[in-house]
């Protein structure tokens, strides 16, 4: 049964591409069949994330209103063949999706695939709501600030209300995945930590993300983080992340400051 | 007589059977005056003047609206709204998202609202006919408006807006105060006055003489219950 999931914060900047890639990855690489949909119209991403921009053909907007079939739109990664990518149009705006068409893509993919990862634009207008109005389970993206926290609390209300799943008067499934949550300046009190997040937004964790260098490396080489650096810290928690998802119950692990433990660890190897 | 019509989402549909219906009896609005409930539209219907206007087109006489919601553009120029229907499962009137709110069983005489979730930022809950109580917290940027009381089990993040129709033996209680801005009877205090040492407590706010009070609802000190705002000059406003 294929499950349907939107990435999706209201503010922008948090890492909804990134996570999108990299959740979409370690699922695939779990050997899952996977696709990761780009709805950010106008101002796509994903596809430079995932390192395939050189060979988007055909888009979403393509397939929506008709102009090309799925299997043309679609992109097969060349490192996880189970996983594809559906990339958004640059040159289109959100005006261009109309309900129906999203409707029958989703459902075309549902087919298709065992999980459907939808990637929201930022905001909370068309694009983002047609990005979360068909899916069964919602990751909400938050960094540990405030401005963060609220437009996700918003966000929250509005998978609660507007979502096809919301107006059937059934319940969409949600998961907090808190990214760059830098253990030093959570300790020191520059950041919100995470049960004041977790207590604000009462909705369960799905995964810490550590604020990392790989991260941001692996976005502008273009490859998920799970498949640029595999065994970083970032990494290990969308490995853990996505097999949370996938319904396994691993504990979350609050990351520490623990340079001192690192450094004694590194030592004693090089020695 | 006015004829009532009452449209029902989707609207395109609704009107391909209006139609029909009209060619079947092109003469049946002929002259006739109609009064539109738009009860069972969605308050995200979008545009519902132009929607109007389509039906005027067609020749229909609107009178009047009824049920229209409060932030629909343009439809006042149908005539001052009549109060919406009061139907069963309306009892409130709530902009935008909110949670799925438990609708009183028809007829009886509800005068409290039980809200057991968390009210997100950007919601906002109206509830006229008296007391508000929320299991969960109030998000910041959202807001509970209670003709009479508002309990919160949780944080108060957001407004609270109590005692809306002049009920000024409103009160507010929470489990943890950090809200924006609170209000009894139009008598409003924001973050920004309300006593610091009380910011993250259990609190009850009240009104005195038109000025309102706060005190921690764990004191211990019961000598004098006249509450932590006694005697400072706390800086507040009066809307309506």
């Given at each position: 049964m294929a499950k349907v999931l939107v990435v999706t914060s209201g503010k922008g900047g948090v890492g909804k591409t990134t996570s999108t890639a990299a959740l979409g990855a370690a699922l695939a690489q779990n050997g899952a069949n996977v696709v990761v949909v780009d709805f950010d119209v106008g101002l796509r991403n994903l596809d430079l994330v995932m390192g395939a921009e050189r060979r988007v053909v055909y888009d979403l907007i393509n397939v929506v209103q008709g102009d090309a079939k799925l299997a043309q739109a679609l992109i097969r990664d060349k490192r996880i063949d189970t996983l594809s990518l559906l990339p958004a149009s640059q040159t289109r705006d959100k005006d261009a999706l109309t309900p129906e068409g999203v409707a029958r893509v989703i459902d075309q993919l549902r087919e298709k695939f065992d999980w459907v990862i939808c990637d929201s634009p930022a905001g909370i207008e068309k694009g983002a709501m047609l990005a979360m109005h068909h899916a069964d389970t919602a990751v909400v993206v938050t960094n540990p600030e405030v401005s963060s926290v609220r437009d996700s609390d918003r966000i929250i209300g509005m998978l609660d209300s507007k979502t096809a799943k919301a107006e059937k008067g059934e319940r969409i499934e949600k998961h907090l995945l808190l990214t760059r949550y830098d253990p030093g300046r959570a300790a020191r009190g520059e950041m919100l930590n995470v049960e004041d997040v977790l207590e604000i937004l009462s909705i369960p964790l799905l995964g810490i993300i550590p604020e990392s260098e790989e991260v941001l490396r692996a976005s502008n080489v273009g490859s998920p983080v799970t498949l640029a650096s595999p065994t970083g810290a970032a990494a290990r928690a969308y490995f853990d992340a996505a097999r949370r998802l996938a319904g396994e119950n691993i504990e979350v692990v609050v990351p520490m400051e623990r340079k001192g433990f690192m450094s004694r660890l590194f030592g004693r190897r090089v020695a | 007589m006015a004829l009532v019509l009452a449209p029902e989402p989707p609207l395109p549909n609704w009107l391909a059977a209006l139609d029909a219906q009209v060619a079947r009896a092109?003469?049946?609005?002929?002259?006739r005056p109609v009064l539109m409930d738009l009860g069972a539209l969605p308050s995200s219907t979008p545009d519902v003047a132009a929607f109007l206007r389509t039906l005027e087109q067609r020749g229909i006489r609107i009178i009047g609206t009824e049920g229209a919601h409060p932030s629909w553009q343009g439809v006042e120029a149908w005539g001052?709204?009549?109060?919406?229907?009061?139907?069963?499962?309306?009892p409130i009137e709530v902009p935008d998202e909110t949670p799925k709110v438990p609708s009183p069983a028809p007829g009886s005489d509800v005068n409290s609202l039980v809200i057991d979730e968390p009210i997100r930022s950007g919601q906002s809950v109206v509830f006229e006919k008296g007391d508000v109580t929320v299991l969960g917290s109030i998000g910041s940027g959202a807001e509970v408006l209670a003709g009479g009381s508002i309990h919160v089990y949780g944080t108060i993040r957001g407004r609270a807006i109590a005692?809306?129709?002049?009920?000024?033996?409103a009160r507010i209680f929470c489990r943890k105060m950090q809200a924006e801005l609170v209000a009894i009877d139009g008598v409003y205090q924001t973050a920004d006055d309300m006593p610091a040492d009380l910011i993250g407590k259990a609190v009850q706010a009240w009104l005195e003489d038109d000025r309102m009070k706060m005190t921690a609802l764990d004191s211990t000190d019961t000598g004098d219950a006249n509450g932590q705002s006694f005697g400072r000059n706390i800086r507040q406003g009066r809307r309506r």
């Open positions: - | 092109p003469t049946f609005f002929d002259g001052r709204p009549f109060p919406a229907s009061s139907k069963p499962g309306r005692g809306l129709a002049g009920n000024s033996k």
